[in-house]
């Protein structure tokens, strides 16, 4: 059971970071600042996806992909990217 969900929560975040790519091919006109912060916000709801989407692997311990989106985001979006991304997730951990 837990691989399904896991499996499911791979298909959904990768689904969204598909999403992005379109956009972003599309969108080309984006200026590089608000380029970071549209790839900032899909990779922060792609984190909040798969912490929505998290298995519990063990009395209150849950599995999720989000610090690999984090990762990715610092990596290719940079330090704004990461803040914003950073920004959501705690938003979401906080509430």
Known sequence: MAWQILIGNVAAVSLLIS??????YRL????????????????????LLSMVLSVEVDSGYYLDFRSTLLAVSAAYGGLLAILVTGTVTLGRRWA
């Open 19 to 24: 999403v992005w790519m379109h956009l972003h």
């Open 28 to 47: 080309y006109r984006l200026s590089e600042v608000q380029a970071k912060v549209g790839f900032g916000l899909m990779m922060g709801l792609a984190a």
